[in-house]
């Protein structure tokens, strides 16, 4: 089959909650980009939350590099956004979630987002979405 210009994002991770967890380094070729996005969701009127378990692995990169941006979007919109940097990070190799809290008002699709900012290395377990209370 020979190599792949483009390696596949899927990972084998045993601490992930499926065994497979998104991943992406430094040694990509693509270099900065969309990790994650989709899934174009209908979501009811609601306070809701989004969350997303990510973790990124070592690298001696200074604490303020920004690593990944995660965002909820909507017909051109961004409603809710946080940039991550080294610094937001517990440990190193250990996963931690990312909730972000928007209010839902329009029956357009959702789509969220996970955008890598070439730097270190980034994994994405899984993204869940749930109505929070008023």
Do not use: C
């Not at 941006?69 to 991550?84: I, K």
């Amino acid at each position: 089959m020979g190599d792949l210009a483009v390696p596949n994002l899927a990972a084998a991770r045993d601490d992930a909650s499926g065994g497979y967890a998104l991943e992406v380094g430094p040694d990509d070729p693509r270099g900065p980009g969309h990790l994650f996005w989709g899934p174009y969701a209908a979501l009811r009127p609601a306070s809701t939350r989004s969350s997303s378990g990510g973790g990124r692995r070592g690298g001696r990169l200074p604490a303020e590099q920004l690593v990944a941006t995660v965002d909820v979007y909507r017909d051109g919109e961004t409603l809710a956004m946080q940039q991550l940097r080294f610094r937001d990070f517990a440990r190193p190799r250990a996963w931690q979630t990312v909730a972000l809290r928007f209010r839902r008002t329009e029956p357009d699709p959702y789509e969220f987002r996970v955008f890598y900012h070439d730097a270190g290395t980034l994994a994405l377990d899984v993204i869940k979405v749930r109505r929070v209370g008023d």
